[in-house]
């Protein structure tokens, strides 16, 4: 979808642009970082989403005569700053970390370098975009998780926020692991595959259950799925369904199975089970709705539900039980004349200190398992040899990890070059795939909900000692 999103800014990007116009400073060579603190729900990872939205953006990125009018309008912006923006040129240079990779705090999922202008004005987008999608990813990959390889599809577009908040959270669900979506747009637009079965108002629109379902494996006889608990799902609903799968079966067709949305699931799926089981239908599948998420799932599960699949909706599209994800967006580092100056932001809220300078950031993993071990923020230009190298854990000074046979990867790739872009998103379903081995690389303690095993993200020496003694300067 192409639309000019260029003014979908928080208004102090514009006055701020405007005051570094009016300075002499509007060209100024900065560096900004894009974070993000906290993982959502306690857990011990993120995922990255929401690039290919942020590159679209930036591509499109313009003032057209209507917007100038408009902020010429509000009676502060200078004439000067507004001939800049009709002629308005994105230069920036963009690093960022692809989508689908797992994420931790405080280490930059997307680094820009540019004019000040330029490189302050794109805060918002970006973060609307990277903040959404990522909340929503790791959301599906944590109730993926729980589902333990049963498939998972997206059903929540009605309880999103607005319309955009339903497409880009199905493409966030996907790329989180769900196997699709309902939100036949997202399909359309962005290749995650629509799914879907009937509604209770298809069963009510007949004169009997019985009557309905005949209906339905009339339209859809090779995957006819049928809700089961519009009236009464043991004595009613799973019953006429039986009935409907012999006439299928004896016509040639095999049935696809029944879904339950509502009442006690562990209970309704064993006896649906043995009900299916006895009735000659084995391969009969039982998809399971409402209001789910990673909990509950988990809890069904253990309980001994017998389940194949599930339909997930609010509490994954609005990832209800934390519905922020937090990113941030600092400055680093700025030209000095001679130079990057690496930039701080103190606080007295020690977790909103920022991490100063133009920096790199690499993943190792073990050699002999392919597992991701730490992370390690450097200075730009830093290059890791191969040697031995010790990793602290920066919540924990006390603990440290001497990493000796690893493989080591750059994780930030650059996708604009003065404005040009050099990235070729990949399909929904490349990254998709791409998450799901990126998420093999994590160890399960790491994975687990509840108390996860801290991944380790450290900075190098060269890094550490350049904040240790900017924070020195500042309390002197």
């Known amino acids: 979808m192409k639309r000019n999103l260029t003014m979908l800014t928080d208004f102090y990007e514009l006055t701020m642009?405007?005051?570094y116009f009016e300075n002499g400073i509007g060209d100024r060579e900065c560096v900004f970082d894009l974070y993000f603190r906290r993982i959502p729900d306690g857990g011990g990872f993120a995922v990255m989403c929401g690039l290919e939205q942020v590159i679209e953006y930036l591509k499109e990125l313009r003032f057209d005569e209507s917007d100038i009018e408009f902020l010429r309008s509000k009676g502060i912006f200078s004439e000067g700053f507004l001939d800049y923006l009709a002629h308005f040129e994105f230069k920036c240079d963009v690093w960022a970390i692809p989508e689908g990779t797992p994420i931790f705090p405080n280490e930059p999922l997307i680094i820009v370098k540019g004019p000040a202008i330029q490189a302050q004005f794109v805060e918002t987008?970006?973060?609307l975009c990277i903040n959404?999608?990522?909340l929503i990813a790791t959301k599906a990959a944590r109730i993926c998780k729980a589902a333990d390889g049963r498939p998972v599809m997206e059903f929540g577009s009605r309880r999103a926020q607005g319309g955009d908040g339903a497409m880009y959270g199905a493409r966030a669900s996907y790329i989180g692991g769900c196997s699709g979506t309902a939100c036949t747009i997202s399909d359309k637009l962005m290749g995650t595959p629509a799914l879907g079965t009937m509604a209770h108002s298809w069963v009510q629109m007949f004169d009997t259950e019985l009557d309905a379902f005949r209906a339905y494996a009339k339209c859809y006889p090779d995957s006819c799925m049928l809700l089961v608990d519009t009236y009464n799902v043991l004595h009613?609903?799973?019953?006429?369904a039986i009935t409907v799968f012999k006439e299928l079966a004896a016509a040639g067709h095999e049935p696809a199975g029944i879904r339950i949305d509502s009442g006690d699931i562990t209970y309704l799926s064993k006896r649906a089970r043995a009900m299916l089981d006895e009735a000659g239908f084995p391969k009969a599948k039982i998809c399971i709705s409402n209001s789910l998420d990673e909990y509950i799932i988990e809890d069904i599960l253990r309980q001994g539900a017998c389940i194949d699949s599930f339909g997930v909706g609010e509490r994954l599209i609005t990832s209800r039980s934390e519905p922020v994800f937090g990113g941030v967006y600092k400055l680093v580092a700025a030209d000095s004349g001679k130079g990057l100056v690496p930039k701080i932001k103190l606080s007295e809220n020690v977790a909103k200190i920022t991490t100063p300078g133009f920096k790199d950031l690499y993943r190792f993993?073990?050699?002999?398992?392919?597992k991701a071990m730490a992370d390690l923020l450097t200075v730009k230009g830093e290059e890791i040899d191969?040697?031995?190298?010790t990793i602290f854990d920066p919540e924990h000074p006390y603990k440290k990890k001497t990493l000796t046979d690893y493989a080591v990867r750059r994780l930030l790739v650059q996708v604009f070059d003065k404005g040009k872009c050099l990235y070729e998103s990949p399909s929904a379903g490349e990254i998709r795939a791409y998450c799901s081995e990126q998420l093999a690389t994590l160890w399960d303690e790491v994975k687990r909900f509840e108390n996860p095993?801290?991944?380790y993200v450290d900075m190098s020496k060269q890094l550490w000692?350049?904040?240790?003694?900017m924070l020195n300067d500042a309390s002197e």
């Open 17 to 19: 642009g405007n005051g």
């Open 125 to 127: 987008m970006l973060l």
């Open 132 to 134: 959404h999608q990522s």
């Open 236 to 240: 009613s609903g799973i019953p006429n």
């Open 365 to 370: 993993y073990d050699s002999a398992t392919g």
């Open 386 to 389: 191969g040697s031995p190298y």
């Open 453 to 455: 095993h801290s991944y």
């Open 465 to 469: 000692d350049i904040k240790q003694a």
